[in-house]
Structure formats: C-alpha cells, structure tokens
C-alpha cells in the first residue's frame, strides 16, 4: 500500500527517471520524507475534520493513515542508516531523522485526537463550536449535478490557486480519497472536505452546487 | 468570574493554541528550507506560548471541575494533549536548524518538492501589493497563499493579522499551492 503510493508519486512527479543524479537510496529517502511532511499536514486537518463533522469514516482515515506513517518511518530509518558511511553523513541524516519522526509524532497525536470520537462522550455542541471559531476552517461542500465542476480534475479547475480552497479529502460514491491529487475528478454527489476562509467558501459554494457559473464567480 | 465567562476563555485558549501550533508547523518547515535562525528561534518561543496555555486551561479546569461535567473536562483536556504534541513535533523540526548541524542535501529537495510549497519574497516598490493590508491583498482568498511571517528590516511579525499593511522592501514567507508562485511573482514585483 505505501509502496504504491510512493510509486504513484514518483511517477506524477516525473522523478523515475532520476536515478542518474542520485542513487537510489536518495531517491527514496527524499520521496518518503517529502510524503511524510505532507501527511503530517493533511493528518492535523483530517483530525480535526473528523472532529467537527463527528464523522467515523473521517476518523478511519487518520488511522490508516497513522498506520502508513509508522510503516514509512520504518522504512526511512532503515535507508538511511544502510545511507551513512560517513561521520558527516551520519549527522546529516540524524537531523533528517529527526524531522521524520516529528511528522510521525503529529500523525500520532491526530490519531490520539480522533479517539475522542470512539470514546461515549458527546462531543457536540462544544468542540465543532469552538472549532469553528478559527479563520481558516473545514467545511464540506457537494458538487451538484449540472455544477461547472462535475467531470473536471482537479489540476484543471487548478482550485487552490484560483479560489484559495483547499480540498483535504473527498467522499464519493464508493470511498473517501484524502489528499487527492491534482488527476481527481470530481463527479456530481461528490462531498468535498476542504479548509479555507468563510468568504472563499460562499464564493465557490453556488458553483458547487449549480446555482453559478465557474466563470462568473471565479476571475 | 462568571462560569459562561470562563468557559469562554477555556475556549479562546484551546483555540489560540490550535492557531498556534499550526503557525509552528508553518513556521518549522520554512525554518529547515531557507536554513533560518530567527524563523527556528520563533518557533522555540511559540512553544513556550502553548506550553503555558495548556497549563492555564488545566488549572482553569482544575480549579472549577466540580461544577463541570467531567466529559468536557476529559474532552478539553485530551485536546489540548494532542494540540501541545503537535506544537512539541514542531519544536522537534526547528530544533535541527538551532543545532547547528549541516542540513543533509536532501532535505531541502524533500521539502521543495511538497504539495504545499513555501516561497520567500521581496515586495518591490509600487507593486500590487505595496501599501496593502493582508486582507485587502486577497492573497488567501484569490491565489490561497498563506503569509506566515514577514521581515521588515530587523524585525520579524509571525503569523501576521489580517490588519498588517505590507510595505515595499518588506520579506515575506508564504505557503500555498504551487501554481499560484507566478501570480505571487507578479503580485511582489
């Protein structure tokens, strides 16, 4: 399962055919500490997603993904020890050890964050509340059917940069995505998890459900 | 005080504490890209700042748990655990920049290569955003850059409110997508 992610990563990121300039252990080090800084990011928002929405399904994805996160530290700890052959080298990786096991330590506490949702206590009114005070915040949006964003990817309605809306996780008709990448499609029925401020969500929010155009909403 | 004012304040300090550490996230992985002192040493302080939250939520907790249902105790206190860790993780990462050790070169490329990416700027005299307040220069809301710190000669303001005027000359440490760097560039310049 990670295996294929990092793959699937290499490969969007065109870095297969990279092995000229560094060796491959470098290449897998780089790829999986650049996954992990990422992870660590998306896992914090997710957490807190799960909490807001008091949604199970949200909560199972900051488990696996924890899951994933202990097995690609293994992974890096491992390369990176077969990686040093010098003093200087073994410092060097040391640091960078260090900055993997403190993304694997937020994916932790994230998972720790979600067991609260396991646990029989009610977590409504107070957390979602206080929650939804932040300036930037989770909200979930449903793509319509008839919306300009049905049918497009998300690198093409290029979304985050256009609209500053950021899309954590998507739930479709057969499985949650967390952090899609930009080859996602969006479908009608979709629900978009994403993170941004109150005034970009009501803008994109009638796009999203058809009642305006792309076009005339976005500049 | 009143219980509805201290509940009120219980929940400004988880709150800022959330805030908080996310800023130190921010402020951690800009610190190990651009190899930076002050960035790194902001976030030590950070630290401190929730560090002491979390103590003045559980004291307030603490001091008033009889007349509060022992759920929401739990639940404040877990949360504020898990918020503190997150501030601690990010400590950790900003930690290997004050240490002083050389930053193996795969780091730097790791970090470039994230979905999320961090970019330093100059603003340039008479440009877009010359003499705007982060607020009006849309940069969250258009182009989804997030300013994390600005550098204005030898001061520094971490996680800046929406209020602060941005000046030409000033240094400012983003991150966003990607794609927007180019609509940045031509924003600073």
Do not use: C
């Amino acid at each position: 399962m990670v295996g294929d992610n990092i793959k699937r990563r290499l490969k969007k990121k065109g870095l297969e055919e990279d092995h000229g300039e560094l060796s491959y252990e470098d290449t897998s080090v780089r790829e999986l500490l650049t996954l992990m800084k990422d992870n660590s990011e998306l896992i914090a928002d997710l957490a807190y997603a799960a909490i807001v929405f008091e949604n199970r399904e949200l909560a199972e994805e900051v488990r696996n993904l924890e899951s994933e996160m202990d097995k690609m530290m293994y992974q890096i700890r491992l390369k990176s020890m077969l990686g040093a052959r010098t003093r200087e080298s073994a410092e060097q990786l040391s640091g960078l050890l260090q900055v993997a096991s403190a993304a694997e330590q937020i994916s932790d506490a994230a998972e720790d964050m979600v067991k609260l949702l396991y646990a029989d206590v009610d977590l409504t009114p107070m957390l979602p509340h206080i929650l939804s005070e932040a300036e930037e915040r989770v909200y979930t949006l449903k793509i319509e059917q008839g919306s300009d964003m049905v049918g497009k990817t998300l690198e093409k309605l290029n979304l985050e940069s256009v609209t500053g809306v950021r899309v954590i996780a998507i739930r479709n008709k057969r499985r949650w995505i967390h952090g899609p990448d930009g080859r996602t499609t969006l479908n009608a029925n979709d629900i978009l998890i994403v993170r941004t401020h109150e005034k970009a969500y009501e803008k994109i929010w009638p796009v999203a459900h058809a009642e305006a155009r792309w076009k005339e909403v976005i500049r | 005080m009143e219980r509805g004012d201290k509940m009120k304040e219980l929940e400004e300090e988880l709150l800022e504490m959330k805030n908080t550490s996310e800023l130190m996230l921010d402020l951690a992985y800009s610190s190990l890209l651009y190899h930076n002192r002050d960035i790194a040493e902001e976030v030590f302080n950070l630290e401190q700042k929730v560090n002491n939250l979390q103590d003045s939520v559980i004291t307030k907790i603490l001091e008033d748990h009889e007349e509060m249902d022992p759920d929401k105790n739990l639940i404040f206190i877990k949360m504020a655990d898990s918020i503190e860790r997150f501030a601690d993780a990010a400590l950790d990462i900003a930690d290997v920049v004050l240490r002083d050790i050389d930053l193996h070169p795969v780091m730097k490329k790791s970090l470039k290569e994230s979905d999320e990416f961090m970019v330093r700027k100059k603003i340039k005299k008479g440009s877009y955003l010359d003499g705007k307040t982060l607020e009006e220069s849309k940069m969250a809301t258009e182009i989804g850059m997030k300013v994390i710190a600005i550098r204005r000669g030898n001061q520094w303001a971490y996680g800046p409110a929406k209020s602060v005027k941005l000046k030409h000359g000033d240094l400012i440490f983003a991150r966003g997508p990607l794609n927007s760097e180019s609509a940045l560039d031509k924003w600073v310049g």
